[in-house]
């Protein structure tokens, strides 16, 4: 009879950051080929933005810039082990993260609806589709993780979790500045060149 082992939990650590780093390098490519399919279009295009369409605004995605990197410093210095000397840094820095994800996310809107109102849309042509396709498959991924900072609360708040030691704090840690680094170069590829 086979004796089942069960990983120590440095084992487990070890196998869930194995595994955080595999599904951010998974959608590291599906990111990849999204802006690899925009480059091309954009090249094989004759005019960008296309004849009829005003250029993309910039100041509200500049904005959102700003909000994302400073979320993503302020989970970063609250997650850090220092951090286990300050009571409360990383509720503070979780709850902190998630009200500037939350403006991300309303400042996204605030973009998204007058270029909607304006005739800009998905049906638009490459152009509209290949935005929309971009920007809200990318807000979607702040949402999930929006929603993994969220489950940390409680965990944070009764001292289960005081620092990034705790795996699912720092793989979450991991995921959200994933999705911060995929905003710097969204942002420059989509709305600056």
Do not use: C
């Amino acid at each position: 009879m086979a004796v089942t082992r069960f990983p120590v939990p440095e084992e487990s650590r070890r196998t869930s950051f194995v595994g955080m780093v595999m599904a951010l390098a998974s959608w590291t490519m599906l990111f990849v080929a999204l802006f690899f399919a925009y480059a091309v279009l954009r090249l094989r295009a004759s005019a960008w933005p296309p004849d009829g369409l005003a250029p993309l605004p910039k100041a509200l995605p500049a904005l959102n810039t700003l909000v994302l990197l400073g979320s993503s410093i302020l989970l970063h210095f609250g997650s850090r082990p220092e951090a286990e000397a300050k009571r409360g840094a990383l509720r503070r820095a979780l709850l902190g993260t998630l009200a500037l994800g939350s403006l991300f996310l309303a400042l996204q809107l605030a973009v998204w609806v007058p270029l909607w109102r304006s005739g800009f849309r998905i049906d638009t042509g490459t152009y509209g589709s290949i935005f929309y396709g971009l920007t809200v498959f990318h807000a979607l991924h702040v949402l999930a993780g929006l929603v993994a900072l969220a489950v940390l609360l409680p965990g944070a708040f009764s001292g289960t979790y005081t620092s990034g030691r705790a795996s699912a704090v720092r793989l979450s840690a991991m995921f959200w500045h994933f999705v911060d680094a995929v905003w710097v170069v969204m942002f420059v590829a989509v709305y600056l060149v």
